[in-house]
């Protein structure tokens, strides 16, 4: 499966921004769907991820109560609403599909657990 993910820019601190991720060669209700962000000179860091048909939704402590994750597999997308913005949100943004059999809080963290990335888009939070 391709990913393609969407809609980051250049947004000031508290404003909101909604990415999206647009899967093609495969239907994204066989993976667990991932947010993942790396800021410069930092290591790729987890953001969230939900399960196959949603009921499950992981969120890293940063995030949580500020983004939402949110898929919709009749339209092979994954979206990532992020309120609140904060300047260390700022970085680029991947979305990535795993194949793993079941969900934990530690599994979904995990970047080695996700089988496919897309290419990033940046997200810019000025003051």
């Known amino acids: 499966v391709q990913l393609q993910a969407s809609g980051g820019g250049l947004v000031k601190a508290g404003e909101t921004l909604r990415l999206s991720c647009a899967a093609s060669?495969?239907?994204?209700?066989?993976?667990?769907m991932g947010w993942f962000r790396q800021a410069p000179g930092k290591e790729r860091e987890f953001v969230s991820a939900?399960?196959?048909?949603?009921?499950?939704?992981y969120y890293a402590d940063s995030v949580k109560d500020r983004f939402i994750i949110s898929r919709d597999n009749a339209k092979n997308t994954v979206s990532l609403l992020m309120n609140s913005l904060k300047h260390e949100d700022a970085a680029v943004y991947y979305c990535?599909?795993?194949?793993?059999?079941?969900?934990?809080?530690?599994?979904?963290?995990?970047?080695?657990?996700?089988?496919?990335w897309g290419q990033g888009t940046l997200v810019t939070v000025s003051s």
């Open positions: 060669g495969g239907s994204i209700a066989d993976y667990v």
């Open positions: 939900i399960s196959w048909n949603g009921p499950s939704t």
């Open positions: 990535a599909a795993s194949t793993m059999t079941y969900t934990d809080y530690v599994r979904v963290a995990l970047g080695p657990e996700y089988d496919y």
